[in-house]
């Protein structure tokens, strides 16, 4: 039985920022096309469908869909077996490293305090990871390359505990309301309920990773992800925020319990160029993708090749 | 919604047929220039000094681009638009030195870039955000590059580009705006819906 070696392991995850970058996951163009067919206002069908042509092309030729390819961010869920679980955080970095120069990804990494660009993509704490060590000896891991457009209107809000349902719907209300065209709708928002204002958000985030096409479990949850998605596209803020029927393209939601006297609401926009690629890899080195319908990660060519 | 095919260097009376809503597609001769070059742009102007570009009559794009230099050529990978309000505190000068026919950006811009619009004959237009891939199979050649001291992203690109589209005219010459229109709208619509809560 052979093992997976680290430069393999590197090599499939460039690919799998490759794969995120330039090719939406299924349930993100479906509903894109859903939206398109349903869509009234003759401006915002003419977004949708130059949106539409935008991810064919950029998947067919393999060029990133949007210029701004993010902040890369790693779920991972490692299996306390895992034959390279103590070099994983290196090779992460390293596969990001690799990516900027062979996929090509815009370098986005910048020091806050003298604004100097690393060029790389990396830097402290960049990229960023989260980490969940479970039992078994598979690497189930998820890159998320998001935008800065659409970073930059999410929003933490403290709701007053008493207001309950009503409360945490006017706070996503408003900052949708504020955020019109600048994350680049339609948008997915994620949503982050309870836990405390770290908490919150870091839901908002995770909730980003379920596909639209599931609603969560909890039928009350799942009632207000629906509700949430008829009003937000009530606003009318529409594709670009140039007006009409598609302002979101989902709403997920997570939650925890929260302090009494706190009712943390994280309110996570993402653009319609919803990026991400999950790949489950077994100890001696078979990859599956999980997030789109290819049959294999190395199919997917990186610059030179 | 109407739908125009213009070639650069564009006329004023072109520009002044237009109307919100209006659908063009421009080949010819654009220009990027986001944050640094305005600001560079408009202090040469004042101190009287030439600048290396001329913007009269073609395309001012707020983007700053993916780039690739191979050999000694550049090339364009993805080149969608950059959000253009952080433009409005100096573009009503930019539009009555330069004189950009079409502008082209996301997110729209405010009144005194509305004025100077009407005053100069140009239009502020919408490139969808996110359509880095549509922009760089347009833009067939890298004609220039000027003021590269800034770094790539604010560099003046000068790009030669066929049917560069679609560019949604959400600012005209008659001082309307959908801008303006839509952030009325769901205001009312956001007050609607929460008195329903």
Known sequence: MTTLSREQLVDALTRGIKLAVTSLPQDVKDAIKQAYERESNPVAKKILSSIIDNFTLSEKDGIPMCQDTGTITWFVKVGKDFPLIRELESILQEATRKATKVVPIRPNAVDPLTGKNSGDNTGRFIPWINWEIVDGDDLEITVLPKGGGSEYTSQLRMVSPGLGIKGIKEAVLKTIFEAGGKPCPPIIVGIGIGGGADIAMKLGKIALLRPLTLRHQNPKVAQLEEELFNELNSLGIGPMGLGGDTTVLGVNIEYAHRHPATLPVGIVTQCWAARKATLKITPNGEITVLSHNIPNIFSIKLLGE | MTEYHFKTPIKEEDIRKLHVEDVIYVSGT???????????????????????????????????????????????????????????????????????????????????????????????????????????????????????DLGTPEALWILEVEEFGPLIVTMDTHRESIHKVIEKTTSENLNRILSKL
Not at chain 2, 104 to 128: C, D, H, N
């Open chain 2, 30 to 148: 654009v220009i990027t220039a986001r944050d640094q070059a305005h600001r560079r742009a408009v202090q040469f102007h004042e101190e009287g000094k030439e600048i290396p570009v001329t913007f009269t009559g073609n395309v001012l794009y707020h983007c700053g681009p993916i780039v690739m230099k191979q050999d000694d050529s550049w090339s364009v990978v993805s080149a969608g638009p950059t959000t253009s309000t952080r433009m409005e505190y100096i573009e009503h000068k930019f539009i009555e030195y330069f004189r950009p026919r079409v502008i082209v950006g996301k997110g729209g811009m405010k009144e005194k870039t509305l004025e100077a619009l009407s005053k100069y004959g140009a239009v502020y237009t919408i490139f969808p955000g996110g359509l880095g891939a549509l922009a760089a199979k347009s833009i067939k050649r890298v004609v220039g590059v000027e003021w590269i």
